[in-house]
């Protein structure tokens, strides 16, 4: 059974402070690993698809990396503005559905 | 571009009646088709998921049931409501097996 673990739980940053989140995987074979910003009361907003261990994917202050066994998201000179709980989840290559991590919530102060 | 609906926003039901929520995709033809429900605080579980009208795949047993009477339509149904019901439900549509999926606003039902 594919399994996920996001951590932390939940992280304060002070505006300006650059720090990672973890996502870490089990999966028979991945097809794809998937990271979503989430505010509350809303929709999951998509981030970004990484496919191999090696990749990265950029978008302003955020970068997402991958390995085999885990995937960071790197928070660079964050803003209030990045304030929300971010969501992982990963696909195996013989299926459709995505499963999901339990979220970091992230605070920046400002 | 492509846009995903869902209503209503949000619902109150009494323990006992039938549920009926609605998503409706514009913008793309024959998607992948999937139904969350999010409780609070936590992450997100698959309840079903649909590849085409009249193919839909039930992920978790319960008293929930789906349909797709459209290609682009995906409703979300019960009988009768549960308290453990409640919850944070999400649509979402993806081109295709292994591309993103984009998620709707959701509908927060309240079970009393």
């Known amino acids: 059974e594919d399994q996920v673990t996001q951590s932390p739980e939940a992280l304060r940053l002070q505006e300006g402070e650059s720090s990672s989140l973890n996502c870490s995987y089990t999966v028979s074979g991945l097809r794809g690993l998937f990271w979503y910003r989430q505010d509350p009361g809303k929709g999951p907003e998509f981030l970004f698809t990484?496919?191999?261990a090696g990749e990265e994917k950029e978008k302003e202050r955020l970068k997402a990396t991958l390995t085999k066994k885990e995937s960071f998201l790197h928070i660079t000179a964050p803003k209030p503005e990045d304030s929300a709980t971010y969501l992982c989840a990963v696909q195996e290559t013989s299926g459709s559905r995505l499963t999901f991590g339990e979220g970091t919530q992230l605070t920046v102060n400002p | 571009s492509q846009t995903i609906h869902q209503w209503p926003a949000t619902l109150v039901q009494p323990v006992g009646s039938p549920l009926s929520l609605e998503c409706t995709v514009e913008g793309t033809s024959n998607p992948n088709l999937y139904w969350y429900r999010q409780a609070a605080g936590r992450g997100l579980q698959l309840l079903f998921y649909?590849?085409?009208?009249?193919?839909i795949s039930s992920e978790v047993p319960q008293n929930l049931s789906a349909s797709r009477p459209q290609d682009r339509q995906f409703i979300l149904s019960s009988k009768k409501l549960l308290l453990s019901d409640s919850g944070f439900y999400l649509c979402a549509w993806s081109r295709d097996r292994g591309y993103e999926q984009y998620f709707g606003p959701g509908t927060r039902l309240t079970v009393t």
């Open positions: 990484l496919y191999s």
């Open positions: 649909s590849i085409g009208i009249d193919q």
